[in-house]
């Protein structure tokens, strides 16, 4: 156990130089690649069985606050889990469908990402998070434009710019908290916001929604979306499926932040930060779902329900109570899924067609099986997991009968959007003759697809493990125990 | 000295949002060096400004600064020019297969 925790951040940091020297050698590169995804994915399910009390790993042994810390607690174990297996079958994808052949580093730049996400996940303290937000980035730039052409690199332009100013930021409430507080440690954070003089009330505010405004934009809430919809619907598809996670990191920080770093409890806070999510979640919501009627690519329609299912996602978080965090936690790992699974079937039909929702050759019918199915996930249809989480949303959000509507709204636009899209990709053909399916990627999005109906399932147990991760969140003393510092 | 650090932050800023807004990649890239500087300065402040003072242990010093912010600094640095690096060769990609600068996507739901 001891060292265990570090071996998500190390094993891909060793792995990645190697596949950049093996460039030329493609083979060699998959099977590494592969085999380093799948050591992952093991690694993540043998640290979520030991997530039941917070497990603290001291880098160089320096006690928290001076060192820089990682901590294991069952959010984060979900988060490396979720992570590595979707990881693991978009990896499979992409040598599946030749996508890595386009490019001399896919793999290593893969690897790098999900090193990147595994180190975001597992840290305990602040401006550690903000390098492993670089270490992701910097990977999914590449990512991004990997394959190239013109209008993937100014895509990448764009996100790459927007990344950086929201770097910046990150780094102007980095320094403003550390101006306050004195530390940069989680934990030590929460303990010193606190027990605040008053005087430093106002500035500690500023950073909170200077913190809020950066892990917003990773999440793609609205007004802070922009980026989302050119760069996934630009991105290749397997990359586009992979950054699924990526909203989701926001997700996580900004959870962490509400909870842990400063919750609504301190004095100095208080209900600041969900009274500022909670508009931005709804709109987030309705301009997803507006706009999955407007999209007139199915990359885009996509990207644009990836932005519905984050607005949902928020309500849930800013809701704030636990029932509503085991609520947003389920829907989290259901809407990363459900997102990974429609942007490989959206790269499917672009690589027959150009994408536009109109009608072109035929399409092989696994591919419109498959189709139908997340569509049902994403819109929350029963019987697929998307209806149980807006489910327990809803029933977190009893007393908020405009909440209610919103969301049910919301999912009609969503269930026309898709049945739009779906019956123009699928029914209007101009050749008879269909086109022949590349069986081991559909295999992969049927593995998303079962993972799903797995999820739905056993819904019972999965919410009630939930409940425990959430009441962790909700009630953070473990958490900063763990660390060795003294409770607030 | 604390006005004058001010300022600095705050022109820096001003011209690195400006520069950003000019929708062109390289006033984007000067715009997002200028911000980075503006950070590096601002993190620095943040350890509250002290001059002359030893940030590592000695002998003879009476007081000390405090060397955390430095060390934020630095990789702030390290990592702002990694940055830049790959804005610039994305950029210059960008500008060799659409023929010019436009940062803004033309015709945006195009594709």
């Given at each position: 156990?001891?060292?265990?925790i570090i071996l998500p951040v190390v094993l891909p940091a060793v792995?990645a130089?190697?596949?950049?020297?093996?460039?030329?050698?493609?083979?060699?590169?998959?099977?590494?690649?592969?085999?380093?995804?799948?050591?992952l994915?093991?690694l993540s399910?043998?640290l979520?069985?030991?997530?039941?009390?917070?497990?603290?790993y001291?880098l160089?042994?320096?006690?928290?606050?001076?060192?820089i810390v990682l901590v294991l607690?069952?959010?984060s174990?979900?988060m490396l889990?979720?992570t590595a297996?979707?990881?693991?079958?978009?990896?499979?994808?992409?040598?599946?469908?030749?996508?890595?052949?386009?490019?001399?580093?896919?793999?290593?730049?893969?690897l790098f990402q999900l090193m990147g996400l595994n180190g975001a996940f597992l840290t305990g303290d602040l401006f550690n998070l903000f390098v492993f937000f670089e270490v992701l980035l910097i990977a999914s730039?590449?990512?991004?434009?990997?394959?190239?052409?013109?209008?993937?690199?100014?895509?990448?332009?764009?996100?790459?710019?927007?990344?950086?100013?929201?770097?910046?930021?990150?780094?102007?409430?980095?320094?403003?908290?550390?101006?306050?507080?004195?530390?940069?440690?989680?934990?030590?954070?929460?303990?010193?916001?606190?027990?605040?003089?008053?005087?430093?009330?106002?500035?500690?505010?500023?950073?909170?929604?200077?913190?809020?405004?950066?892990?917003?934009?990773?999440?793609?809430?609205?007004?802070?979306?922009?980026?989302?919809?050119?760069?996934?619907?630009?991105?290749?598809?397997?990359?586009?499926?992979?950054?699924?996670i990526?909203?989701?990191v926001?997700?996580y920080a900004?959870?962490?932040?509400?909870?842990?770093?400063?919750?609504?409890?301190?004095?100095?806070?208080?209900?600041?930060?969900?009274?500022?999510?909670?508009?931005?979640?709804?709109?987030?919501?309705?301009?997803?779902?507006?706009?999955?009627?407007?999209?007139?690519?199915?990359?885009?329609?996509?990207?644009?329900?990836?932005?519905?299912?984050?607005?949902?996602?928020?309500?849930?978080?800013?809701?704030?109570?636990?029932?509503?965090?085991?609520?947003?936690?389920?829907?989290?790992?259901?809407?990363?899924?459900?997102?990974?699974?429609?942007?490989?079937?959206?790269?499917?039909?672009?690589?027959?067609?150009?994408?536009?929702?109109?009608?072109?050759?035929?399409?092989?019918?696994?591919?419109?099986?498959?189709?139908?199915?997340?569509?049902?996930?994403?819109?929350?249809?029963?019987?697929?997991?998307?209806?149980?989480?807006?489910?327990?949303?809803?029933?977190?959000?009893?007393?908020?009968?405009?909440?209610?509507?919103?969301?049910?709204?919301?999912?009609?636009?969503?269930?026309?959007?898709?049945?739009?899209?779906?019956?123009?990709?699928?029914?209007?053909?101009?050749?008879?003759?269909?086109?022949?399916?590349?069986?081991?990627?559909?295999?992969?999005?049927?593995?998303?697809?079962?993972?799903?109906?797995?999820?739905?399932?056993?819904?019972?147990?999965?919410?009630?493990?939930?409940?425990?991760?959430?009441?962790?969140?909700?009630?953070?003393?473990?958490?900063?125990?763990?660390?060795?510092?003294?409770?607030? | 000295?604390?006005?004058?650090?001010?300022?600095?932050?705050?022109?820096?800023?001003?011209?690195?949002?400006?520069?950003?807004?000019?929708?062109?990649?390289?006033?984007?890239?000067?715009?997002?060096?200028?911000?980075?500087?503006?950070?590096?300065?601002?993190?620095?402040?943040?350890?509250?400004?002290?001059?002359?003072?030893?940030?590592?242990?000695?002998?003879?010093?009476?007081?000390?600064?405090?060397?955390?912010?430095?060390?934020?600094?630095?990789?702030?640095?390290?990592?702002?020019?990694?940055?830049?690096?790959?804005?610039?060769?994305?950029?210059?990609?960008?500008?060799?297969?659409?023929?010019?600068?436009?940062?803004?996507?033309?015709?945006?739901?195009?594709?």
């Amino acid at each position: 156990m001891t060292h265990a925790i570090i071996l998500p951040v190390v094993l891909p940091a060793v792995l990645a130089p190697l596949l950049v020297l093996l460039r030329h050698r493609l083979p060699l590169q998959r099977a590494l690649g592969l085999a380093g995804s799948v050591a992952l994915a093991a690694l993540s399910l043998a640290l979520l069985a030991q997530s039941a009390t917070p497990h603290l790993y001291r880098l160089g042994d320096w006690p928290a606050p001076f060192g820089i810390v990682l901590v294991l607690d069952r959010l984060s174990a979900l988060m490396l889990v979720l992570t590595a297996t979707l990881a693991l079958i978009v990896h499979a994808y992409a040598v599946a469908t030749g996508w890595d052949r386009r490019g001399p580093h896919f793999h290593a730049l893969y690897l790098f990402q999900l090193m990147g996400l595994n180190g975001a996940f597992l840290t305990g303290d602040l401006f550690n998070l903000f390098v492993f937000f670089e270490v992701l980035l910097i990977a999914s730039y590449g990512l991004m434009v990997h394959g190239a052409g013109r209008d993937r690199l100014r895509a990448g332009i764009q996100y790459v710019a927007f990344n950086l100013i929201a770097s910046t930021l990150f780094l102007f409430a980095l320094g403003l908290v550390y101006a306050v507080t004195g530390t940069l440690n989680m934990a030590d954070i929460a303990v010193k916001v606190a027990a605040l003089p008053p005087g430093d009330h106002a500035l500690i505010r500023v950073a909170a929604v200077m913190l809020i405004g950066v892990f917003a934009i990773k999440a793609a809430l609205v007004p802070l979306q922009f980026w989302l919809p050119g760069t996934y619907a630009n991105a290749p598809g397997p990359v586009a499926a992979l950054f699924a996670i990526m909203t989701k990191v926001g997700a996580y920080a900004i959870l962490r932040t509400v909870t842990l770093i400063l919750p609504a409890a301190s004095p100095a806070i208080g209900p600041l930060l969900t009274d500022m999510l909670l508009p931005a979640a709804t709109l987030t919501l309705l301009v997803g779902a507006i706009g999955t009627l407007g999209a007139r690519t199915l990359p885009r329609l996509a990207a644009l329900a990836a932005i519905a299912s984050v607005g949902t996602l928020f309500i849930a978080i800013a809701t704030n109570s636990p029932q509503a965090t085991t609520a947003a936690l389920y829907y989290l790992i259901h809407s990363t899924l459900a997102t990974a699974a429609i942007f490989l079937i959206a790269d499917q039909v672009t690589t027959r067609r150009n994408g536009t929702l109109t009608e072109g050759p035929r399409l092989p019918a696994p591919l419109a099986a498959l189709y139908f199915a997340t569509a049902i996930a994403l819109a929350g249809l029963p019987p697929l997991s998307g209806f149980l989480g807006k489910l327990l949303i809803l029933d977190a959000l009893r007393g908020h009968p405009w909440l209610w509507a919103l969301i049910l709204c919301s999912s009609f636009l969503m269930i026309l959007g898709l049945a739009r899209a779906g019956s123009t990709l699928f029914w209007k053909s101009t050749e008879p003759v269909e086109a022949k399916p590349q069986t081991l990627a559909l295999t992969a999005i049927a593995t998303l697809l079962a993972l799903l109906a797995a999820l739905t399932v056993l819904a019972g147990p999965v919410t009630d493990w939930l409940a425990l991760a959430a009441a962790d969140l909700h009630d953070p003393a473990a958490y900063i125990a763990a660390n060795g510092l003294p409770l607030p | 000295m604390e006005l004058l650090i001010a300022a600095a932050i705050g022109l820096l800023t001003a011209c690195g949002l400006y520069l950003i807004l000019r929708q062109r990649t390289f006033p984007l890239i000067v715009g997002l060096s200028l911000l980075s500087y503006a950070v590096n300065l601002f993190l620095f402040a943040s350890g509250r400004l002290a001059p002359d003072l030893p940030p590592i242990i000695s002998k003879t010093a009476t007081a000390y600064t405090d060397p955390l912010p430095q060390a934020l600094v630095l990789t702030a640095i390290v990592i702002s020019f990694g940055m830049t690096a790959v804005i610039v060769l994305m950029s210059l990609g960008a500008w060799l297969t659409a023929g010019h600068d436009r940062t803004d996507m033309d015709g945006g739901d195009d594709k």
